[in-house]
């Protein structure tokens, strides 16, 4: 990929709901990006972004952002079911993406991104932010330094209770449920920490097509396990620990956007380290996006793309294990 040069990276965004207003509000504390144009469905919701962002750029389609010679990445904020469509509709144009999480339905749409973004060459990044705040940076230097030994277990979880039912994450359609919303995190985590695991075991309770809460199982080489809760109508502690040989770490509340951890170590007193972050956190995926599209790189080190495929498997397994499907996938 071509090293973008510019002195600042100039963001288009397509979708103007609630995490774009967040991620915005990341990109404005970013001395070496801007946002310069917005995609929305309607006239009227680009111009309120716009206006709200100071975006020059308004576009009352998807498709026109696209074709904008002065946009040099664009994110992809849209519901679930549109990632693979939007990113596509990007990078066949020629544009470098960072598409929300979870980068897909399932690994059979995230593989034709995939494929997409790697013939053209073109940086393609899941927006798994949580990887890129600088505890979580902390979180992986502690485990490299064999400080805490060999990690056994991993429990974490992710989940709240929604009381909107007209939330698209109660609609099938939009690929809702818990998992692909929150349970992506932990199991992000897992991958991360853990790999691919070779046994998956879960269980869900669905209702209307999605599912409201789960309990998933990861085990791995070794007898490395994974413990994940994941919820879109009940309250979870939102906490993180890491369990090795030799102690073990605490990811304070909420984990998936940290400032604080305890750090055990067998035969010493606890450590608390704080580590805030900047800005609203959106900041960080989107400065290390910036550093790759510099660097002429077409994929992040900290969020590879094999990866994100990965994870997306592992979520596909899940489902089938609940027979969970959802109205776009084919019946086989
Ligand atoms: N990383 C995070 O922390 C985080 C947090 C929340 C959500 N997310 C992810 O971001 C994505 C969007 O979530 P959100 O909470 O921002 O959703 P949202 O508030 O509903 O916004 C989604 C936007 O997508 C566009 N859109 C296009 N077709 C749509 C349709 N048929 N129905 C509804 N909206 C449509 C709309 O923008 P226009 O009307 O302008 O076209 C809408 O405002 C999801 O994949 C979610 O998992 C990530």
Known sequence: MRKIETNKIRWGIIGTGDIAKKFASGISVLADSELVAVASRAKRTADAFGDLFQVARRYDNYESLVEDSDVDVIYVSTPHNLHKENTLMCLQAGKPVLCEKPFAINAREATEMIQLARERKLFLMEAMWTRFFPLMTRVREII??????????????????????????????????????????????????????????????????????????????????????????????????????????????????????????????????QIPFQGNGYNYEAAEVARCLREGRTESETMLLDETLSIMRTMDSIRTQWKLKYPMEPSN
Do not use: C
Request: charged content about 15%; hydrophobic content about 40%.
């Open 144 to 273: 490299a330094a064999d400080t805490i030994g060999e990690v056994r277990m991993l429990m974490a979880d992710f989940g709240y209770r929604s009381n909107d039912l007209n939330f698209w994450v109660f609609n099938p359609n939009f690929g809702g449920g818990g998992l692909l919303d929150v349970g992506i995190y932990p199991i992000s985590l897992s991958h991360q920490i853990f790999g691919i695991p070779n046994q998956i075991t879960s269980i869900s309770h669905l209702h209307k097509g999605v599912d409201e809460q789960s309990a998933v199982i990861l085990g791995y080489e070794g007898g490395r396990i994974a413990l994940i809760a994941s919820a879109i109508r009940t309250e979870t502690p939102h906490v993180a620990y890491l369990l090795g040989t030799g102690g073990r770490i605490y990811v304070h509340s909420p984990w998936w956007k940290p400032t604080t951890l305890t750090l055990s170590v067998n035969g010493r007193a606890d450590e608390i380290i």
